[in-house]
């Protein structure tokens, strides 16, 4: 049953929207910044956070355990040797949203998703 189940389809199916969050999530670690819209920034964020997390151990069944969630192995390699270093001692929160306005063409509410 799908009961209070509320997670963002972004009105897409199942398969592009994982490609798209994956794409995006890679996007951000690898950048550290990336300008989207609020309802994919506010999608994003938690795998984000959970790839951190995985990261933090830096053993090689998390560097595993990444390579099934990201597409490249750049991105891997960047969130285990550089990422997850920087946040060993912090606990969580590791992104931040800031507003930077409106698209011009449809006016949805482009905001900017980095890490911390």
């Keep these: 049953m799908r009961h209070r189940k509320n997670t963002p389809t972004l009105d897409?199916?199942?398969g592009?929207?994982?490609?798209?969050?994956?794409?995006?999530?890679?996007s951000v670690l690898l950048y550290e910044k990336v300008?989207?819209?609020r309802a994919k920034a506010r999608a994003v964020r938690p795998l984000v956070e959970r790839a951190i997390t995985i990261a933090k151990a830096g053993t090689l069944a998390d560097r595993r355990r990444l390579t099934g969630i990201l597409y490249h192995p750049k991105a891997v390699k960047k969130?285990?040797?550089?990422?997850?270093p920087r946040y060993?001692?912090?606990?969580?929160?590791?992104?931040?949203?800031t507003a930077l306005g409106q698209r011009q063409g449809d006016g949805a509410e482009i905001v900017q998703i980095e890490l911390v």
């Design 12 to 14: 897409r199916k199942k």
């Design 16 to 26: 592009p929207r994982a490609s798209l969050l994956r794409n995006l999530t890679m």
């Design 35 to 37: 300008k989207t819209t």
């Design 79 to 84: 969130i285990v040797e550089v990422l997850g």
């Design 88 to 97: 060993k001692e912090r606990t969580g929160g590791y992104t931040r949203t």
